[in-house]
């Protein structure tokens, strides 16, 4: 199989489910601009629609995150981008643009994802909310802003207890897929299987958004 056909693609609607938890502004048409100003250059099928990879989302996650936490004009994000990445920053792949990296004192995580020390400590409870060493990263923020939204809709930390768990059975598939290259002693083994284990991550992210979507669809009677 070649690179490219092993690549994970996503449609502009699997982008937007993907980042609209963390970034609920986000539209088609801001995807459309950013893309016309150059920060992003997805690929075109025959017929012209965008084909996104896990390395676009990671690139459009660094580009809002940037804008939302530091204020940055797109000229400045762009230059960034377009630089070597700073050791702040973790590249989603070789040679591929950065993903946003943050740590976060636990005042920062509660002013930030704007959420109340109890259900902090709700979250942190049922290990939805870890610490990386003495902070919290950007998952956890993502995790903390994106518990606070569907609080709206009445969902408890016990409730999100499920989706840990499923998302717990997806990352044992992946680390029993690429057991077998961290066990290689070769150069670059390792850096190959955190490239298979981020088009896993795509993938996977991929086939659940589209079989929620279908359940959907039939519970809805569309």
């Known amino acids: 199989m070649s690179a490219q056909a092993a690549r994970a693609y996503m449609t502009i609607g699997d982008v ?3 980042l609209q938890g963390e970034f609920p502004d986000i539209t088609h048409s801001k995807i459309r601009f950013l893309e016309a100003e150059g920060l992003i250059e997805p690929e075109r099928t025959p017929s012209g629609y965008r084909k996104f990879t896990s390395v676009d989302v990671e690139r459009l996650r660094y580009i809002l995150a940037a804008q939302r936490d530091r204020y940055l004009p797109l000229r400045v994000i762009k230059e960034q981008l377009d630089s070597r990445p700073p050791r702040t920053l973790v590249a989603a792949d070789a040679g591929s643009p950065p993903a946003a990296e943050v740590a976060l004192t636990r005042r920062q995580l509660l002013d930030g994802a704007g959420i109340s020390e ?6 942190e409870a049922y290990g939805l909310v870890r610490r990386a060493g003495a902070h919290y990263d950007s998952d956890a923020l993502t995790v903390a802003r994106t518990a ?6 009445g969902f408890e930390a016990r409730h999100l207890r499920a989706i840990k768990a499923a998302a717990e059975r997806e990352l044992a598939l992946i680390e029993q897929t690429i057991a077998p290259l961290l066990k290689r002693r070769a150069p670059g083994a390792h850096e190959a299987a955190g490239r298979t284990a981020r088009e ?3 993938l996977t992210l991929a086939l659940h958004t589209a079989l929620v979507s279908a359940g959907l669809k039939d519970s809805l009677g569309g």
């Open 16 to 18: 937007l489910a993907t």
């Open 118 to 123: 109890d259900r902090l400590e709700e979250l």
């Open 148 to 153: 606070v939204r569907l609080a709206g809709y």
């Open 200 to 202: 896993l991550s795509g």
